[in-house]
């Protein structure tokens, strides 16, 4: 996993690369922060030796690594970085219907969270521990679905469609929720299929919680700059129109 992000990583670079190379303009914080996504989704990954370990590399790698990717906005880079042809074979993949339902903030909240259900509340985590090739797989899928929501959510790459801030706050506090009773059942009693520690299942418990409440107010800052943001640019509209000639 560490050689996958190191190649990942270098890539970005490269794009980044070329587009100041080239004159463009790419901020430096977005080099750190998917850098940083990159180092987080790499370490999270190392063998837990607790519950409380596991649960958190389930923040980092679900829910931290997710945001710092995120900001970074790698679906933009990709696109202005790579050559013309394969931007124009880029952009039917992006805006076909199937990435526009994988996007839908509420179809995106609830595959995230339900995959979190099926992992913890059946026999998928006791078989995990036991399968390599499937924790492997339950890791890539965390990841994988937490950066899917994230991405919904906040919104940073070019979508397809443009959903409002209403609709993607109300996936954010639907995901929120799920999260939270999660936490509080896994509190009472462990997944099934594993014995657990009393004390290591409830501190395993609290780190989701508290950890995912975190995460959860940094996507919701986003929110809240972005819908400063767009006031700031109607109100903007608004005095050019009443200082244009004839209103």
Request: glycine share 10%.
């Amino acid at each position: 996993m560490s050689v996958l992000a190191i190649v990942v990583f270098a890539g970005y670079e490269l794009g980044a690369w070329r587009l100041r190379r080239r004159g463009d303009r790419w901020p430096p914080a977005r080099d750190v922060a998917f850098g940083a996504g990159a180092a987080t989704a790499a370490g999270a990954v190392l063998p837990p030796d607790t519950f409380t370990g596991h649960m958190l590399q389930h923040v980092l790698l679900g829910m931290l690594a997710p945001v710092l990717l995120v900001l970074a906005r790698p679906v933009t880079l990709l696109l202005r970085a790579v050559p013309p042809a394969a931007r124009r074979g880029l952009k039917p993949v992006l805006g076909s219907r199937a990435a526009a339902v994988l996007v839908f903030p509420p179809f995106a909240a609830l595959l995230e969270a339900s995959s979190l259900w099926l992992l913890y509340r059946t026999g998928l985590f006791a078989a995990s521990g036991r399968e390599p090739v499937l924790h492997v797989f339950v890791h890539v899928h965390v990841l994988a679905t937490g950066a899917l929501f994230t991405a919904s959510v906040c919104r940073l790459d070019p979508l397809r469609h443009s959903w409002g801030l209403g609709v993607r706050a109300g996936a954010l506090i639907g995901a929120a929720a799920a999260h939270a009773v999660l936490a509080k059942t896994l509190y009472v009693a462990a997944p099934p299929g594993v014995v657990l520690a009393a004390a290591d299942r409830q501190a395993g418990a609290e780190l989701m919680y508290y950890g995912g409440d975190v995460v959860e107010l940094a996507i919701a800052v986003i929110l809240a700059v972005q819908w400063y943001a767009a006031r700031g640019r109607a109100a903007a509209r608004v005095r050019r129109r009443a200082a244009a000639p004839g209103e």
